[in-house]
């Protein structure tokens, strides 16, 4: 059952709405996981206002061969792939995959250098983490992102979106301790049509609101 009224208006009421529900976690210095660039602004808010730690988990989605807007996987910074329930119907070769896997994987090692520039990553290791995105249309990205962060032993993984599709979450409920979320409505159709103002993030946003600066 959906909580809210969509469309939300912007990243900002997504992210203080997302802090409510997760206000228990305030005093326990919970790592926040953003997966860029869309939940870093999310992020920031939810660190601040859970007075925890902000860093980014790095994951990539796979398009289709077809259609660069669907996601038919995705893949994290060690090159752990995760593909959708569907990719076998979306006509994309493993071939194709391939190519996009190592296209992804140099994407977030320069990413990975920008970002770490001021900083080592953070150890999510007997940490409560929360891993965010701005929404789920697959549930891909955030699958891949918490097996990754899984095999570094955190405490307690959750998953926090304002939106998703229902089957999404479905994907992910094997793989996260907890999944807070604002809505899962019926019809779904992309993350950026649940929201009234749903602008890029650019490079020098993200790392603006990494160093707090």
């Known amino acids: 059952m959906d909580d809210i009224d969509l469309p939300l208006k912007d990243r900002t009421q997504a992210a203080e709405l997302l802090a409510e529900k997760l206000s228990g976690l305030r005093g326990k210095h919970p790592l926040i996981l953003a997966i860029p660039r869309g939940a870093v602004p999310i992020g920031r808010i939810l660190a601040d206002r859970l007075e925890g730690e902000l860093d980014v988990v790095l994951v990539r989605k796979i ?33 194709w995959v391939e190519v996009q896997t190592q296209e992804q994987l140099s994407l977030m090692r320069r990413r990975r250098a920008s970002y770490g520039a001021a900083r080592p990553p953070a150890e999510p290791e007997g940490r409560i983490v929360v891993i965010v995105d701005d929404g789920l ?12 962060v ?17 089957d999404s979450l479905d994907v992910i409920a094997p793989l996260a301790d907890e999944i807070v979320y604002l809505a899962a409505p019926m019809n779904f159709m992309s993350v950026s049509r649940h929201y009234r103002a749903f602008p890029q993030v650019e ?7 990494l160093t707090g600066r």
């Open 63 to 95: 398009p289709s061969a077809i259609d660069p807007e669907l996601a038919v996987g995705a893949v994290d910074e060690m090159g752990n792939r995760e593909l959708a329930p569907y990719f076998h119907r979306t006509r994309t070769s493993m071939e």
């Open 137 to 148: 249309a697959t549930g891909s990205t955030m699958a891949a992102a918490l097996r990754s």
């Open 203 to 209: 490079e020098d946003e993200v790392l603006r609101l």
């Open 150 to 166: 899984r095999a570094r032993k955190p405490q307690r993984l959750i998953a926090a979106v304002p939106v998703a599709a229902p």
